[in-house]
């Protein structure tokens, strides 16, 4: 984490708290929104294809946002522990525009690459 400067770091965590701030309260409004409502027209077969339909929507985005929440607080933790920005692959530095890109990154460009062709395979 030698090669961030104190307001690179910085500017990373606050871009992560807003991040994660954005996420909860996206949640909180979801919770809330009258349209989660149950569907009032149609028949019982309607209505349930319309419940099952929005809780399975609603499904994959909260594991989408939980998986994002697990990997804003671990690289929050990493910098805690001062090993944000080191590849968890080669060890190599990881460069600020590449974290400011993508802040949750935990490697470099080169080893995500190989980790996505090996995938693709």
């Known amino acids: 984490m030698h090669h961030l400067t104190e307001e690179q770091i910085k500017e990373l965590r606050d871009l992560l708290l807003a991040i994660r701030e954005k996420i909860i309260r996206s949640a909180d409004e979801q919770i ?7 569907f009032e027209g149609g028949d019982e077969i309607d209505r349930a294809n319309i419940e099952t339909e929005r809780y399975l929507q609603l499904q994959r985005v909260k594991t989408r946002e939980l998986k994002l929440l697990r990997k804003i607080d671990y690289a929050l933790l990493k910098m805690e522990n001062m090993t944000y920005g080191i590849c968890e692959n080669c060890g ?24 996505e062709e090996m995938e693709n395979e």
């Open 32 to 38: 809330k929104d009258p349209s989660n409502i149950a």
């Open 92 to 115: 190599k530095e990881i460069p600020f525009e590449r974290l400011k890109a993508r802040p949750v990154t935990t490697m470099c460009i080169t080893c995500k690459e190989l980790e």
